[in-house]
């Protein structure tokens, strides 16, 4: 069995880096804003009200939870982030522990939760613009106001097309444009927990007649999936997506991964402490689940003016535009590196892999706005999307722990700047974490999930039928544990307890047992299935292989 070592492993990325078109212009900084500007999004602006209206106060323990959750994924993709340091990670890695199959569903149900996240936060500001401009909203018969017709598309299309034009322009264009905004995000999110505890602190909400925790233990685990926890820490994926194209890997992937979590947990939990604190003893007369600002665009601001703050609430207003605004930027970068990481795998069309000579990917960010604009289409309400975003993205990370295990087998000796302690045990408790998100989003989530995954096998026949020239051998056996893990997920989710349409035939301790055992059998299945050694050393080093097309140019 030949061994990928250090040397060889230099080397092969020094061929990819030249092969890829793009560009290593991020800085350490600019790394770490990607991700901290993609996790303070339009999250943390509804995130404090809907966790208090599932969790109650309790939901300061949803927060810790999350953060702590989403670290654990984190750590085994900073060891995976700086072995090999390419443009969509996520989507890639898969491919080198386990094949075309693997790689391409991951990859699917990665795209799909990115790619409606740009025209998601679009939507957002001009939601939250027209307080201020008429015309680019209109309430709607679903839970969130809609865009109108033909303005508000136009205007949204618009600032989607803004979004493409300043990628095309590159990665140095992208950080100029992020770096300051995320200063402000910062600045702005700060100043709120500083205005509420200073200025209205109700000690007594953390104990009050609405109960700490109505929902008990339950709604605080609801509320990580489903009020927008998780999908408010989703961001720091921009330290690993964005690997390929920071000038020192090594130091700044690991960092960006751990440093965006770590800062955005304790600014979250603060916020969700002042907001709790800040909530009118009034407004608690129906207890927290009814908890609601009437004809106001934002819980924030509609606190701020209550506590005689419309300052406060002016600048929200503003933030309410420039933060979404500024995530929709990020994740337009996003999602044409994923399709670009689809075409280097080798199952999506080569043409998505093609640059500009600024180091932008043509055709992937062509294919994100055109998506995007389709996604512009009603909603159901900013919580149910949420939960899908959440549910398809941690599913995606899902595999992160997978490919670790692997490959600490298949490649022993790889360099690994960025070593992760522990063996086995941070990998299981990320893969059985993630699991366990999923569960928790509902099945009223999960089975539109299950469904899109479901289209995205359809096309991946599809394109079989039609162009099976381009396709790669699918290595359908080391990829064949996604079939139980999948299947038994949706079969949990559907028979537990939580989200509409369950059939609540067990509980919270039942469901979590059962959903450990499935997390162990697969993640033993996947090291047994795994590509074997050398096969993931050619994967890796890009050589093509035995009857296997180069994933290359």
Sequence with gaps: MSELGAGEAAESHHH?????????????????F???????????????????????????????????????????????????????????????????????VMGWITWLAAASVAPIEVEAALQYASNNIGGLTQAGTSEAPTLTFPLGFIVAILLLGLFVWINFVGIRAFQRANTPIVWWKLFVIVLVIVAFLVTAFHGANFSSAAGFAPSGVHGVFEAIATAGITFSF?????????????????????????????????????????????????????????????????????????????????????????????????YTTVTARISYAMARNGNAPRALQETTDRG????????????????????????????????????????????????????PDHERPFRLPGGDV?????????????????????WKLYVAI??????????????????????????????????????????GSYGDGARDLFGLGVGAAIIFVLSAGTYVGALHLRLPDEQAERNVSGEPGPKRPAATD
């Excluded at 969790?55 to 810790?64: R, T």
């Excluded at 060891?79 to 491919?95: A, C, D, K």
């Excluded at 709790?276 to 934002?298: M, R």
């Design 16 to 32: 990819e880096d030249a092969t890829s078109g793009l560009q290593r212009h991020l800085s350490r900084t600019g790394l770490l």
């Design 34 to 104: 990607a991700a901290v500007g993609s996790i303070i999004g339009s999250g943390w602006l509804f995130g404090a009200l809907e966790a208090s209206t599932i969790a109650g106060p309790a939901a300061i323990f949803s927060w810790a939870l999350g953060g702590l959750m989403i670290m654990l994924i984190g750590l085994t993709f900073a060891e995976l982030g700086t072995m090999f340091p390419v443009s969509g990670g996520v989507v890639r890695f898969p491919h080198y522990a386990f094949g075309s199959f693997a790689s391409f």
């Design 234 to 330: 989703l961001g720091f994926r921009q330290g690993i997506e964005l690997a390929g194209e920071t000038e020192n890997p090594r130091r700044n992937v690991p960092f960006a991964v751990i440093a965006s979590v770590g800062i955005t947990t304790v600014i979250y939990i603060a916020l969700q402490v002042a907001f709790i604190g800040s909530v009118p003893t009034a407004n608690l007369n129906d207890g927290w689940a009814n908890l609601e600002f009437a004809n106001d665009f934002g819980p924030l601001a509609g606190i701020a003016k209550l506590i005689g703050l419309s300052w406060l609430a002016t600048i929200l207003y503003a933030d309410a535009v420039v933060s979404p605004g500024d995530t929709g930027l990020i």
């Design 360 to 411: 932008a990917p043509r055709v992937s960010l062509i294919l994100a706005f055109i998506v995007g604009i389709i996604f512009f289409l009603p909603f159901p309400g900013w919580q149910k999307l949420v939960g899908f975003i959440t549910s398809a993205t941690v599913l995606s990370f899902a595999a992160g722990p997978l490919v670790w295990a692997a490959m600490r087998r298949q490649l």
């Design 426 to 446: 941070v990998p299981f408790l990320a893969f059985f974490a993630a699991n366990m998100i999923v569960y928790w989003a509902g099945w009223d989530t999960n």
């Design 454 to 495: 479901g289209i995205g096998l359809a096309l991946l026949g599809l394109y079989k039928a039609v162009r099976p020239d381009e396709l790669p051998p699918m290595d359908f056996r080391s990829g064949s544990w996604l079939v139980p893990w999948l299947g038994g997920l949706a079969i949990i989710s559907y028979l």
